[in-house]
Nanobody, 127 residues
Framework: QLQLVESGGGLVQPGGSLRLSCAAS????????IGWFRQAAGKEREGVSCISRSGGYTNYADSVKGRFTISRDNAKNTVFLQMNSLKPEDTAVYYC????????????????????WGQGTQVTVSS
């Protein structure tokens, strides 16, 4: 059974950093495009960053470009999201999701394209 588990969330001050992990079980992560998404209170879920199966293609939302970095370690069946220079507006529940298709276009880094989801991890940026 395909399962995704996010970890690494927490409370951090503005300007701080967090590293989120998305661990996969029940399937080979290297065969899937992986995306990170977030949903703030009262808002729709939005794409943050996506990475192709080999890691050769990455996409970022304009709001996180230059601050967040997505990476993957297929040998460890894990995808990471390094978040630096965090802002209060980054506060949200962060989800990782997987899809077996090769999704490389920016517009494909969106919730409707992904079929399998984790439960999410809360990130709160506040002083």
């Amino acid at each position: 059974q395909l399962q995704l588990v996010e970890s690494g969330g927490g409370l951090v001050q503005p300007g701080g950093s967090l590293r989120l992990s998305c661990a996969a079980s029940g399937f080979t992560l290297g065969s899937y495009t992986i995306g990170w998404f977030r949903q703030a209170a009262g808002k729709e879920r939005e794409g943050v960053s996506c990475i192709s199966r080999s890691g050769g293609y990455t996409n970022y939302a304009d709001s996180v470009k230059g601050r967040f970095t997505i990476s993957r370690d297929n040998a460890k069946n894990t995808v990471f999201l390094q978040m630096n220079s965090l802002k209060p507006e980054d506060t949200a529940v962060y989800y990782c999701a997987a899809d077996p298709r090769l999704l490389v276009l920016q517009r494909m880094c969106a919730p409707p394209f992904f079929g399998s989801w984790g439960q999410g991890t809360q990130v709160t940026v506040s002083s």
